[in-house]
């Protein structure tokens, strides 16, 4: 049975950091691409970034230069390292596997992000 579990998330200043991490069990996902999304409170979820198995990235235009996404392939790990937060940042946060041309899909329960002085 799939699991991704995220850790990481909390209350911070503005302008300060945090870093989540998501493990996954129960596959190997080193095939998959990995992703964080956010939603925050009235809106649709939306893509913040991915990272491919290749190692490509994508990120949102809104966390450019402040936020980085890694992976631990032998560890099933994402992480998301979010620098200089803005009270706009404040979401839950999901982590999301998925593997292309297939129907493997797998989601986090998310943990909330609160960027507040």
């Known amino acids: 049975q799939v699991q991704l579990v995220e850790s990481g998330g909390g209350l911070v200043q503005p302008g300060g950091s945090l870093r989540l991490s998501c493990a996954g069990s129960?596959?190997?996902?080193?095939?998959?691409?990995m992703a964080w999304y956010r939603q925050a409170p009235g809106k649709l979820r939306e893509l913040v970034a991915r990272?491919?198995?290749?190692?490509?990235?994508n990120y949102a235009d809104s966390v450019k230069g402040r936020f980085s996404i890694s992976r631990d392939n032998p560890k099933n790990t994402v992480y998301l390292q979010m620098s200089s937060l803005k009270p706009e940042d404040t979401a839950v946060y999901y982590c999301?596997?998925?593997?292309?041309?297939?129907?493997?899909?797998?989601w986090g329960q998310g943990t909330q992000v609160t960027v507040s002085s």
């Open positions: 999301n596997f998925a593997r292309l041309l297939t129907n493997r899909d797998y």
């Open positions: 129960g596959s190997d996902f080193s095939f998959y691409s």
């Open positions: 990272i491919f198995p290749s190692g490509n990235l």
